[in-house]
Nanobody
Framework: QVQLVESGGGLVQTGNSLRLSCTASIRTFSTYAVGWFRQAPGKEREFVGGISRSGDSTDYAVSVKGRFTISRDNAKNMVYLQMLNLGPEDTAVYSC????????????????????WGQGTQVTVSS
């Protein structure tokens, strides 16, 4: 069964860091682009960042650029979201998503481009 499982969320204070992990049970994971999305209470889901299947290309939302970094280890079927200098505005449920693509360096940036979603992990940043 193809699935994604996020981990690493929690409660942190403003200015602290967290690293989220996304574990994929996908046999051909290296052919999947992966993205991170978040949804805060009462708000729409938003794109946080994405990484190409090769890992060579990344893209980020303006609100997190320079603070968040996405990386992947295809040998371990893992994708990571390193988050630095967190603030209350980063409080949300963070989900990873994946989709097969034939394009090695393409980053998918919208939710409707992704076919597989994880359940999400809560990140809460206290002020």
């Amino acid at each position: 069964q193809v699935q994604l499982v996020e981990s690493g969320g929690g409660l942190v204070q403003t200015g602290n860091s967290l690293r989220l992990s996304c574990t994929a049970s996908i046999r051909t994971f290296s052919t999947y682009a992966v993205g991170w999305f978040r949804q805060a209470p009462g708000k729409e889901r938003e794109f946080v960042g994405g990484i190409s299947r090769s890992g060579d290309s990344t893209d980020y939302a303006v609100s997190v650029k320079g603070r968040f970094t996405i990386s992947r280890d295809n040998a371990k079927n893992m994708v990571y979201l390193q988050m630095l200098n967190l603030g209350p505005e980063d409080t949300a449920v963070y989900s990873c998503a994946a989709s097969h693509t034939t394009f090695v360096r393409v980053v998918l940036t919208t939710g409707n481009q992704y076919a597989i979603w994880g359940q999400g992990t809560q990140v809460t940043v206290s002020s």
